[in-house]
């Protein structure tokens, strides 16, 4: 459970404030023997040497150099001042040997210099010859060069040079002029080659350069191929070939031919056209439509033929037509268009225009009927735009060709044509082949200079109405016409290869004359030594002082957790074990001994120390304990026997361990201790510390209960059929950056949700979610229905017990499964993790609040969270029937004709809740055999506020009609009344605002009979049944006439019989009355 932590000590509080803080430094002198001999010896060397104040070094090390540099300086005086005196002594011995030195160099340099004027005179003159002989070479090699250029070589050697630049500039520009030149000829006989090399090769010659070699060539040639002659390559028209296929382009498909083909083709004799072939049958896609075949392959291109305008003779039927295409290698291209007049027997996949088909993508009629063509419009293309023939064969008798025009061609028709225009017209004289490919008797041809792209058409017209079919053929070898060509001789030109010979134009250098070098004697001079200069006397002084070492020990103090991590500054889990480390610092060398060590170190209050491990973790030291967290350490005997075991040596003291552990939450924990120094001679030095300190989080787990949008509805009422959605969150936010060990990570964590079992069904709990930021973590954790802590495993129920939470009853609880990953996870990066679940209320508990609680266990620790409270009010409604002076009349009688009032008293809905109203119904089930409905009204019950479709609040006040809120059913059959409010408007009436409404439902008595009635009121599914109510109906009972008495004697008993009698007749008619609540009259 949560612990606040107590407040820290004075004198803990002081010790902080004094942190980081040191008393006066210790001074130990130093002893210097070599100091004070060289202080005497440079005394005695005449010296003048001053003792100054003693100087204190932080180590004995610095006060030893210290001493070293002063003997050296005070060595460097003496030696100093001994140098001085036995120089003065040896300038004077040197100045003497230089006088007489000076003397005897003045003598040798004289007769020296007699020597070197000789010696130059001698060599000027060797030189001038020289040169001499060297001028003449000169000038001869000189005059050579120029001769080269053809100039004359003059001796002046500037005239020369500009001679021979001036030459050289223009020999320059004339061989510029002369490449360009040559260049240009060069130019010009390539060109010349590659006019020959063309014409040569145009003939299939092959040219080699060689004037003579190529002349023989060409007169070769023109002797074999010059003149006039015949060229038989040259297409004028064109023929099939062996590779003539067709193609449909559009408009048709190809197909097995009817069985009748042969007939219409080549008669039923087989006595024409016994060229023609039935590969290519194609059915025309639309009887009259057209069909566009590309004929491939042929000698000279592709053509396309088109066929359309089909036409039948008048008395013909026609439901298809086809044309039959043919070709006759070398020969023409045959046609032959025929029509089905029906009747035929479909066979295959889908035809044309509905009738079926038998083959390829169209089908074909195997059994048509033949049917009588009249005509058939064709259109030629060429593919080649050079045709200059053009043929159309086997016009047969009386058939008419209507051909368009070729511009330019020249017609020629066989003997059985006559021609009109553009109209040629067969006689009944024989007929002719298709593709026999001549221009026979029953041809025409056309015949154009210069051949052209050929696009012409013509109609085919049979005169007859009893033609089976129209057949024809297009080119063919009389379209190829022998072409004579007149060939030119050809003829090539010599070339003549041009030359250049450029002028030298090398850069000639001349050489120049020599000049004879003079030569001048070398005057030497004495070299005269210097007198040394005599050094004056020095006085010479030195001071030195006394060394000592001062030392002012430095600690530190520092916390780590039981895994030895540093956790300084950092946040650790409440429990967890915190040590203090305390680092005693280094004693100098040079050092004084000590007579005792003292640790003060006053503890944060909320720490408790374990003293035994502490003990035992520092077994050389004494612990005093005052209690109140302060506590004093000593070094012990042997501690301080290491400590003055060698004073010349550095010693580091040792490290104390301080072991304990944190107790609060939110906690705050700084620790700062002092140590005091006591020297042999009395001397008393204080330090602290620097105050390393930690925290602890606090932990409070959140608990919500929610509405289904998320909104919260603690302590609002609520319905009985609600089902209460709660939110819980394990709050991890505060331990962020959290360092723990791992034995306090293996206390592990946990979340327990305490329900109000008296009012939740705990069985009915449904985990909707457990999440962390935007994953879901519910892998993560054991989930574990408790009914009671007793029921736990002893680990989770010593978890439990040691966390100091106390759940009541049953309750859920979620472990983690991983301690480690979990903590890593979501501790240390402080991520919340939320629970989302829901439980339903006991349907027997029907009043009362509904408190639910949670609680979280980290490292062990138990914290409580916040409660939730609903209300759960309970329901009522009453139900009434009042007279037409509003009067109740439950249990009354009514008579017939009577209006009467059923006032249905609704539940009035507190404010404050945590739903919003989408129900609120009447429904009443009313006598339609006794009573005769009227009509209802409907009144606020209290003062209530809703909000317009303007946003306006609006205010309605108790007794205001609400029937304009309202929806209402009457089943005049069943007498079903129900009436509710309308959705919008229970949704505008704030949850702050209560509210209720009575509903008052007039009826007329129309017939005699015991009538109960009671109603239901819905509000947001929950029904609430009314009281009951009920009148009564029936007539008056007749009046009986008088009977004859029979007397009796008065013995005292007739007026008890008069009594009983009367007894009688009051019990009577109560039981006619109750007799009539079953009983109609």
């Known amino acids: 459970m949560t612990e606040k932590q107590p407040e820290p000590t004075a004198e803990h509080v002081e010790m902080t404030n004094n942190a980081n803080k040191a008393g006066k430094e210790i001074v130990t002198p130093v002893e210097t023997p070599e100091l004070d001999k060289a202080v005497k010896k440079a005394k005695d060397a005449g010296v003048e040497v001053t003792e100054t104040p003693q100087v204190a070094h932080n180590t004995l090390a610095e006060a030893k150099a210290d001493e070293k540099k002063q003997v050296k300086a005070i060595d460097e005086a003496k030696a100093e001042k001994v140098e001085n005196t036995e120089a003065i002594k040896e300038a004077n011995d040197t100045n003497a040997k230089i006088k007489q030195a000076n003397k005897d160099e003045v003598a040798r340099v004289k007769k020296l210099n007699e020597d070197e004027q000789a010696r130059v005179k001698k060599q000027n003159e060797d030189e001038q010859a020289r040169v001499k002989r060297i001028n003449e070479q000169i000038a001869k090699d ?95 028209g064109l023929t099939a070939t062996s590779s003539t296929t067709f193609e449909v382009v559009s408009g048709a498909s190809k197909v097995t031919p009817p069985a009748y083909v042969q007939n219409v083709i080549q008669g039923y004799a087989r006595n024409t056209n016994l060229d023609a072939k039935f590969d290519n049958v194609f ?73 079926g088909g038998g083959y390829g993508a169209s089908g074909a009629y195997l059994n048509d009927r033949q049917g009588w063509i009249k005509q058939v419009a064709i259109g030629v293309i060429t593919d080649a735009n050079d045709v200059s023939e053009v043929t159309l064969n086997d016009v047969d008798s009386n058939q008419v060709i209507k051909a368009s025009t070729i511009n330019g061609a020249k017609i020629t028709t066989g003997k059985n044509i006559t021609q009109s225009g553009n109209t040629f017209t067969a006689n009944d004289s024989a007929q002719s082949q298709s593709t026999a490919g001549v221009l026979d008797s029953n041809g025409i041809g056309w015949s154009l200079d210069k051949g052209q792209k050929i696009n012409f058409s013509f109609d085919h017209i049979n005169s007859s109405d009893t033609s089976y079919s129209i057949v024809g053929g297009i080119f063919g070898r009389a379209s190829q016409k022998e072409v004579k060509e007149k060939v030119n001789p050809i003829s090539i030109e010599p070339v003549k290869e041009p030359n250049f010979s450029p002028k030298k134009t ?71 074990l915190v040590n203090w480390t305390l680092k005693t610092g280094l004693l100098k060398a040079g050092r004084e001994a000590m007579t005792a060590i003292e640790l003060n170190d006053p503890l944060e209050s909320g720490y408790k120390l374990d003293e035994k491990a502490t003990a035992k973790a520092n077994p050389t030291f004494e612990f005093t304990h005052n209690g109140k967290g302060r506590t004093l350490i000593k070094f012990g005997a042997s501690e301080l026997a290491k400590v003055n075991a060698n004073l010349d040596k550095d010693y580091v003291m040792p490290q104390i361990k301080l072991i304990g552990t944190v107790l609060n939450d939110n906690g705050f924990y700084n620790n700062t201790y002092s140590m005091t120094l006591t020297t042999k001679s009395k001397k008393k030095y204080t330090v602290t510390s620097n105050t390393p300190k930690v925290k602890t989080p606090g932990s409070k787990p959140v ?52 329900p109000d079992e008296n009012a939740l069904d705990t069985s009915s709990m449904k985990l909707k979610s457990i999440m962390a930021g935007n994953k879901d973590v519910t892998d993560l954790l054991e989930m574990r ?56 209320i006991k349907k027997t508990f029907t009043q009362g609040d509904i408190v639910n609680a949670v609680h979280q266990i980290d490292f062990g620790n138990g914290y409580a969270g916040n409660k939730v409270v609903n209300h759960l009010p309970k329901p009522e409604v009453h139900k009434d029937v009042l007279n037409a002076k509003g009067d109740s009349i439950d249990g009354k009688r009514v008579q017939l004709g009577d209006l009467l009032t059923y006032k249905l008293e609704g539940w009035v809905i507190p404010a404050n809740r945590g739903y919003d109203l989408w129900e609120y119904r009447f429904v009443d089930s009313l006598d339609v055999e ?74 007329k008595r129309i017939k005699h009979g015991e009538v109960t009635n009671e109603y239901t009121l819905f509000v947001n599914g929950t029904p609430v049944l009314s009281n009951e109510v009920k009148t009564y109906s029936f007539p008056d009972p007749e009046p009986k006439k008088p009977q004859p008495k029979n007397e009796l004697p008065n013995t005292g008993e007739g007026s008890s019989m008069l009594g009983v009698a009367g007894l009688i007749m009051s019990l009577a008619t109560v039981g006619f009355v109750v007799t009539m609540k079953r009983k109609e009259i």
């Open 142 to 236: 000189n005059k050579a060069k120029m001769a080269t250029l053809g100039l004359t070589y003059t001796g002046d050697i500037e005239k020369d040079k500009k001679a021979i630049a001036d030459y050289l500039n223009k020999a320059k520009l004339e061989n510029q002029n002369g490449l360009k030149d040559f260049e240009e000829k060069k130019r010009q006989a390539k060109a010349l080659h590659d006019k020959n090399r063309a014409i040569m090769a145009a003939k299939g010659l092959k040219y080699t350069g060689v004037w003579e070699t190529d002349k023989a060539t060409v007169a070769k040639w023109n002797k074999e191929n010059a003149g006039e002659r015949t060229v038989t390559t040259k297409e004028t």
């Open 283 to 355: 059915l025309f896609d639309y009887k009259t439509g057209t069909a566009t075949i590309k004929v491939k392959n042929t000698s000279h291109g592709d053509v396309t033929l088109s066929f359309d305008k089909v036409t039948p003779s008048a008395e013909s039927g026609f439901v298809r037509s086809y044309v039959a295409l043919w070709a006759a290698e070398d020969g023409g291209i045959g046609y032959g268009v025929f029509i089905s007049a029906g009747a035929g027997e479909a066979n295959g996949g889908g035809g044309v225009d509905g009738q």
């Open 506 to 576: 090398d850069p000639v250098e001349l050489e120049k004359p020599v000049t004879p070098e003079e030569f001048k004697p070398k005057e030497f001079k004495p070299t005269l030594k210097p007198y040394v200069k005599v050094p004056n006397e020095m006085k010479i002084s030195v001071e030195y002082h006394k060394t000592a070492v001062k030392y002012a020990p430095k600690i530190s103090k520092g916390v780590v957790n039981d895994d030895n991590k540093d956790i300084d500054g950092k946040l650790v889990p409440k429990g967890s």
């Open 703 to 754: 608990k919500d209960v929610v509405d289904d949008k998320g909104v919260s509805i603690n302590g609002k009422s609520v319905l009985p059929t609600t089902e209460l959605n709660y939110k819980l969150t394990q709050n991890f936010s505060h331990y962020k950056g959290v360092e723990a060990s791992k034995s306090a990570i293996m206390k592990n964590f946990a979340l327990i949700d305490d």
């Open 785 to 840: 229905h408790v009914l009671s802590k007793d029921a736990l495993d002893d680990k989770l129920r010593q978890m439990v017990i040691d966390s100091g939470i106390s759940p009541v009853g049953e309750f859920y609880m979620w472990v983690a499964k991983d301690p480690q990953k979990f903590y890593e996870a979501y501790l240390k990066k402080g991520l919340d993790i939320t629970y989302n679940l829901s439980f339903k």
């Open 930 to 1003: 006794h009573d005769e409905y009227q009509g209802f009204t409907i009144k606020a019950k209290k003062d209530f506020v809703f909000v317009d479709a303007k946003g306006n609040q609006k205010a309605i006040k108790a007794g205001d009609d609400l029937k304009a809120y309202t929806e209402t059913v009457y089943n005049a059959k069943t007498g079903l009344f129900e009436t509710r409010f309308t959705k919008e408007f229970l949704a505008s009436i704030p949850r702050t605002s209560e509210f209720g409404a009575d509903a008052f439902v007039e009826v």
